[in-house]
């Protein structure tokens, strides 16, 4: 606060105005006097400066107006500024007109210097005052709008003032208590603590802060933390909080941390099973908060409604959900969620934010206050955490708010694990049905990225390559290739051709690669690019087309026989058609019988080479329909349809074995090789029919020696699995020798010596076989005497 004293002195006779500001001046060098020499001059000046203006001095006797009125207009404005009446008219009917308008002080004009220092003590006082006046006003004004409870109390111990919260505290309003003394709101106890503890200590500290137990009006004791300072008059200020409200709400505050940790590091929320984590939520919520009801809503993949994932009754004990709420027909709620962390509604009817949901929610529910938490995900709003008070209007603290907007992060962070937990599963199904269709397919294959490191591969890469496991876990490609290109026939194009697609994000290819041990490789590889075009790599794929590749090479020469077919043919044709002529030409000459015979017999011979030859033609596209094939049906009607064979001595053991083909192209096989045995054994031999087992060595073909075979004496494989990989067929006949087993066949080959041989029934075995993609091989037979033929089922 300035020293300064600024004057607005009004006097009509301005020599005596100068003569007033000067002296005032000399006496006190606080003192700045502005002159007025009219009443009207005066107010304007006051009212351009009313803030700067301390005190006014007037004239009483002035033309116009004079200083009583004067006096009156200013107190209209300015009720509590100095105003001092000195005046040349002095009588007590004057005096006291001045003291009743208002007037600070009054002040006759008298000779001599004396009257200006008494002047200008008269407005250093009033000045004083004014101020400390104002002060005190303001200071009270401070009080009253202070949320603390404050109370002056005299050296006497009485109140001289208190301000609502003071006195509210204890069930009082401030003029209750101004006057009595402090004692009156303390228990008899608490007053003897003080008087013999707690004042002394003041008097001799100056300041004193603890904690008492203050009495309310109705009788009920009120836990209170003070807090005394002495004042310079005796007295001294007492500051006073409820510490009962306080304790309250920290032990409401201590809950609910215990609550937000329990939920944080409660497993369904870390582990992102949702529905367990948010019903775990909700009953914390209305545990915690002490409401009926809590639930939680997420808006749909369009924001265009609200639904409820849970609805918890504590009263009921009960979970729902379902609910749902269009967010177009309540813009002012979802508006308000949108814009807000928390609405804390004390009346959800009233509030702006929530009435529009009275009709569809509130009402039916019973709803009379809420407080709804945003949800929010990386920026957007998904959802909301409400919770429901019902009956009453009710006042939420800060501290429930914040927990509301806490519960709301941690639905928000179950939420996230969820989806977290959602896409994990799907990445692990995805990578699991990666690798299920890696290991599904014959192919080898192999993925490097763009810094040639393996990042995936499956286990048919590492049986093609003979690779070890432990180089393809370890990524290098390097090594990798250096194991790959060991084997090839030509290393060094081999090389040259990897390096040149790794330089190529661009090129897909197809070639075949010889090895060096005889076998061929079919070699597919393309870049692994992304749909912005990012280059990630490069994916090999191989497949061992060994066997194909011989079967081609194999049917190329079957088209070179069969290009020689039709001689063979012709000539096998000619003898018996030629026999048939000559004979019934002879027939017609001679009318013998014999020669008849000879010629039905050279006709069956020729019908014989028509079957077999339609059979081997037809046998190209041999397989149609497949399905779900009994061995043992389709060998008894075999056995019927054969002559010069009892069927007993077609044994099929194993039984049942079910085979996938095409019915009647199996019908044809197993006519042929039945036949076949036949027509080399006679009709003693002896054929017999069973499954093989996975674990069964295959034949070989090659004349050398057969493995041992693994069938016991009933023809049951030790072992066996549940699904056959192929069937046998052996007989009891001569058997075929080694050296002709690779020409059995072939097209027109044959063992027999007579003119019934046409070497067309093997040869349609072979591609009923090729046409199932299986395989068969010859072998000595393991339990009979003669041949062994091993059909076994790729893949």
């Not at 775990?280 to 002490?290: G, M």
Request: proline fraction near 3%; charged fraction near 30%.
């Amino acid at each position: 606060m300035s020293d300064q004293i600024r004057v607005l002195h009004v006097d009509d006779q301005p020599e005596f105005g100068e003569l007033v500001a000067t002296f005032l001046e000399r006496v006190n060098d606080r003192i700045t006097v502005v002159s007025e020499t009219s009443v009207d001059a005066g107010r304007d000046r006051l009212d351009a400066e009313a803030d700067r203006i301390d005190c006014i001095v007037s004239d009483y006797d002035m033309p116009g107006t004079n200083g009583i009125a004067f006096l009156e207009a200013v107190r209209e404005e300015y009720p509590t500024l100095p105003f001092i009446l000195f005046t040349g008219k002095g009588s007590e009917e004057v005096a006291s007109e001045a003291i009743a308008a208002g007037a600070t002080d009054y002040l006759q004009k008298r000779g001599g210097t004396e009257q200006y220092e008494l002047l200008a003590n008269r407005i250093g006082n009033a000045v004083e005052q004014y101020r400390y006046e104002a002060e005190r006003n303001r200071v009270y004004q401070a009080l009253e709008t202070a949320t603390q409870a404050i109370g002056l109390i005299d050296e006497g111990g009485h109140y001289i003032y208190l301000n609502e919260a003071y006195a509210n505290l204890y069930g009082y309003e401030p003029e209750d208590l101004v006057g009595e003394h402090w004692e009156v709101l303390y228990p008899e106890e608490e007053t003897k603590r003080f008087n013999e503890e707690i004042l002394p200590r003041l008097a001799e500290e100056g300041r004193w802060t603890g904690q008492s137990y203050g009495r309310h009006v109705d009788g009920t004791t009120i836990p209170e933390r003070l807090s005394l300072a002495q004042l310079d008059t005796g007295g001294h200020v007492c500051v006073v909080q409820d510490i009962s409200e306080q304790r309250r709400r920290r032990q409401r505050q201590q809950r609910q941390r215990e609550a937000l940790l329990d939920l944080v590091t409660h497993e369904a929320v870390i582990s992102g099973s949702f529905d367990r984590a948010i019903r775990q939520v909700t009953e914390t919520a209305t545990d915690v908060l002490e409401v009926p009801v809590a639930n939680v809503w997420l808006f749909d993949q369009h924001g265009t409604a609200l639904r409820c994932v849970d609805h918890y009754d504590r009263e009921a004990d009960t979970h729902r959900n379902g609910q749902e709420l269009l967010a177009e027909e309540y813009a002012e709620y979802v508006s308000a969620i949108e814009d807000n962390r928390a609405i804390a509604a004390t009346d959800a009817r009233a509030d702006d934010r929530t009435a529009g949901l009275t009709d569809d929610y509130l009402d039916p529910n019973d709803v009379s206050a809420l407080l709804d938490a945003t949800l929010r995900s990386e920026g957007e709003v998904v959802g909301v955490v409400c919770h429901e008070e019902r009956e009453e209007t009710r006042e939420w603290t800060d501290d429930e708010v914040q927990f509301a907007t806490d519960v709301a992060e941690i639905v928000h962070r179950a939420l996230r694990n969820r989806d977290r937990r959602e896409q994990q599963a799907e990445l692990e199904f995805q990578r699991s049905l990666l690798h299920a269709q890696q290991d599904a397919i014959l192919d080898g294959l192999i993925v490097v990225d763009e810094n040639r490191r393996i990042v995936s591969y499956n286990d048919r890469f590492a049986e093609l390559w003979d690779v070890p496991v432990d180089a393809l876990e370890e990524g290098d490609d390097t090594v990798v290739l250096d194991q790959v290109a060991r084997q090839v026939a030509d290393p060094e194009a081999f090389r040259d051709a990897v390096e040149r697609l790794y330089d190529d994000s661009t090129t897909t290819s197809r070639d075949e690669i010889d090895l060096a041990d005889g076998r061929v490789y079919d070699r597919y590889t393309t870049p692994v690019t992304g749909e912005d075009g990012t280059h990630y790599g490069r994916l090999w794929m191989f497949r061992d087309v060994t066997d194909r590749k011989h079967r081609e090479r194999r049917l190329e020469r079957q088209t070179e026989q069969f290009e020689e077919l039709a001689s063979v043919v012709s000539h096998d044709l000619q003898t018996p058609i030629s026999t048939v002529r000559g004979r019934l030409e002879l027939a017609l000459e001679d009318g013998e019988e014999d020669h008849i015979e000879a010629a039905v017999r050279a006709l069956d011979r020729v019908d014989d080479l028509r079957e077999d030859l339609v059979s081997v033609l037809r046998s190209r596209e041999i397989v149609s329909e497949t399905g779900t094939v009994d061995l043992a049906s389709v060998v008894g009607t075999v056995s019927e349809s054969i002559e010069g064979i009892d069927d007993d001595r077609v044994a099929v053991v194993d039984a049942p074995i079910r085979v996938v083909g095409d019915e009647n192209a199996l019908l044809r096989l197993l006519q042929n090789l039945i036949g076949n045995s036949v027509e080399h054994g006679g009709s003693d031999v002896r054929v017999r029919i069973g499954a093989l087992s996975g674990g069964d060595a295959p034949a070989d073909t090659s004349g050398r020696d057969a493995p041992a075979d693994t069938s016991g004496d009933d023809g049951a494989s030790v072992g066996a699995a549940p699904e056959p990989r192929g069937f046998f067929l052996e007989d009891s006949g001569p058997g075929i020798p080694p050296d002709d087993r690779d020409d059995v066949f072939e097209p027109g080959f044959t063992t027999k010596t007579d003119e019934n041989g046409t070497g067309m029934g093997m040869a349609s075995v072979e591609q009923i076989v090729d046409a199932h993609g299986w395989t068969i091989a010859i072998d000595d037979a393991a339990v009979l005497d003669g041949v062994r033929f091993e059909i076994r089922f790729n893949g």
